[in-house]
C-alpha cells in the first residue's frame, strides 16, 4: 500500500472514528442531564410544589379552629356534584386555604382548595407535567 493511500485511509478511519465519538457523547451527555433533572425534581420537590402554589400547605392532624367543614363539604357537592372527600389537609396558618381531597361517581379522584371561612372553592391543585402539587 502507498503511502498516500495509508494517509487517506487513517483519514477516513479518524473521520469516522470522531462521528462516533461526537454521538456517543451526545447520547452519554443526554442521559447524564436527566438523569441530573430528574434528580433535581426529586430533591427539591417540596421547594418545587411551594413555588408553583404559593399557599402551601402541610397535612395537620388536629383540626384547626375555624374550619367550616360542612360548608366546605355543602360547596363541593355544588361544583362535583356526587364527590365524596376521601381526604382533609389543613393548612398551618390560618390564611391558607384547605386542600379536599375527593373522589367523583365516575372514580375521577380531584383536588380542590377551598377557603377556610367561607368555604368558597379556590380551584383545582395545579399539575406540572406529572408532578402534583
Known sequence: MSPLNRNALNRNVQQKLRLAHLWL??????????MGLTGVVIVFRP????????????SGRSRPAGVNLALVEQRLAMVHPGARISRIAFPES???????????TEKQRLQ?????????????K???GRVHT
Open 25 to 34: 457523547g451526545l447520547i452519554a451527555g443526554l442521559f447524564i442531564v436527566m
Open 94 to 104: 390560618s390564611a391558607e386555604p384547605v386542600l379536599v381531597q375527593a373522589e367523583t
Open 112 to 124: 380542590e382548595f377551598f377557603d377556610r371561612s367561607t368555604g368558597q372553592d379556590l380551584g383545582a
Open 47 to 58: 421547594m418545587i410544589e411551594a413555588a408553583a402554589a404559593p399557599k402551601a400547605i402541610s
Open 126 to 128: 395545579k399539575k406540572l
